[in-house]
């Protein structure tokens, strides 16, 4: 069956039924499914899983007052009346010293050691002078300096992470900290993605005339990668039609997301449309932007499908724009990628229309201030300009030429991949 949307259009060179990016992010984000399959899995192999259930301390963090200095551990109150402190033993993280310090006594302690009953002050080891076993305090000692005390970090029962919280290294060390040694993920979304294309030859194989090598499935499974999915390869599918339903089919049937590159303009070997009007329930549209005009959004079974267009630059702008910020809301992950306004330094060529993302280069002068300049040729083909680049200029849909000075938005890349 085959659905479609109703859009109003500006006054501007948009054609009739063109998204805005802000209007197709709008309906994905209507048409997205709850996913909810959780798993567990071992603390070593939660590097970029995304916690499933919010995680309540089961202990104090530290689990006792400790010294954060190597020093003598003695009574604070005693600051004022006492100079002279007798050693009485000494504590070592581990060893704890067991005893009980009295009045003009201390113990000397290590960073990280328990500190002794009667104690709550550490006194850094170069601020005293050694006589034996006697110490002479210097002046501007506090009571309960240098001290970590239990629960300062985290107190038993309080939230420690929330659900929804990418694991990284620190949230890993984290949960090893407090006894965890697995934990409760959200399974991996399953991305089923292809290639569309007779020209399309797999990196693997010579290439013939007429053909190109297929970058898209490597840029592809990269950013799925990065977004901590399991990316499904399904290689390179022809143009016919009949090969493409199948592979449609067989991915439905494994993936929650399909993904392909290709084929969903309008040219007679262009058959991404018609299948997915056969198969599925499909919203086809052309969006309002540059590059990446050309874009399917549907259902087909259980599973979302995005047609990204085949250019390179355009599928990796139709992918972070659009496709990664679906992902992530299905992931659980709460994710405010950056944007500022910066001086531009080159003039840059735009008509009214569309929102356009051009490649950038960030860069900072010397008086600290940010700017950003063109990296050259914006063709949508010329996968270079991402890799010199390290931002998109977004240029919104109104805008004109841009002339030297400009402010303009920039995107940085690393807030996306």
Not at 126 to 136: F, P, R, S, W, Y
Not at 196 to 210: F, I, M, Q, W
Not at 336 to 360: D, H, M, Y
Request: glycine share 10%.
């Amino acid at each position: 069956m085959t659905t479609s949307l109703n859009t109003s259009c500006c006054e501007d060179e948009r054609e009739p039924n063109t998204l805005s990016i802000e209007e197709a992010l709008q309906y994905i984000k209507t048409q997205l499914p709850s996913f909810t399959d959780i798993e567990k899995v071992g603390l070593q192999d939660g590097l970029g899983r995304i916690l499933a259930h919010s995680i309540l301390s089961p202990l104090n963090l530290p689990p006792h007052d400790c010294a954060a200095m190597d020093g003598y551990a003695l009574a604070g109150q005693t600051l004022s009346t006492t100079q002279q402190y007798r050693v009485i033993g000494s504590a070592f993280a581990g060893k704890p010293f067991l005893g009980t310090v009295r009045e003009g006594e201390c113990v000397r302690i290590m960073t990280g050691a328990v500190l002794p009953e009667g104690t709550d002050t550490v006194v850094m080891q170069e601020h005293v002078t050694c006589l034996e076993e006697i110490i002479q305090l210097g002046t501007d000692e506090h009571p309960r300096q240098h001290v970590r005390y239990k629960g300062e970090d985290l107190a038993q029962g309080q939230v420690a992470l929330q659900a929804g919280k990418p694991l990284l290294a620190a949230e890993l060390g984290l949960l090893a900290s407090l006894g965890f040694v697995e934990i409760t993920v959200k399974r991996r979304l399953r991305i089923a993605f292809f290639s569309t294309g007779d020209e399309l030859t797999a990196p693997t194989s010579a290439l013939e005339r007429g053909h190109i090598y297929d970058s898209n499935r490597t840029t592809l499974y990269a950013m799925l990668k990065r977004l901590g999915v399991e990316p499904l390869d399904m290689g390179i599918i022809p143009d016919e039609l009949s090969t493409l339903q199948h592979a449609l089919r067989m991915a439905s049937g494994q993936a929650e997301v399909i993904l392909t590159s290709g084929g969903v303009s309008v040219g007679e070997a262009d058959f991404v449309k018609q299948a997915l009007s056969d198969l599925g329930n499909i919203h086809f549209w052309k969006l309002a932007i540059k590059p990446g005009r050309p874009l399917a959004f549907g259902k087909i079974q259980d599973s979302l499908f995005f047609g990204l267009p085949g250019n390179p630059v355009a599928a990796m702008v139709a992918f972070y724009q659009l496709v990664q910020p679906a992902l992530q809301t299905m992931m659980g992950i709460k994710i405010n990628i950056p944007t500022w306004k910066v001086r531009c330094t080159s003039k840059l060529a735009k008509k009214p229309g569309r929102t356009e993302f051009q490649r950038g280069l960030l860069s900072q002068t010397e008086n600290g201030e940010w700017t950003v300049c063109s990296t050259g040729a914006q063709g949508s083909g010329m996968l270079r300009s991402m890799s010199e680049g390290n931002c998109f200029i977004i240029l919104p849909q109104e805008q004109g030429r841009v002339q030297i000075n400009d402010w303009v938005t920039v995107q940085p890349f690393w807030g996306l991949i």
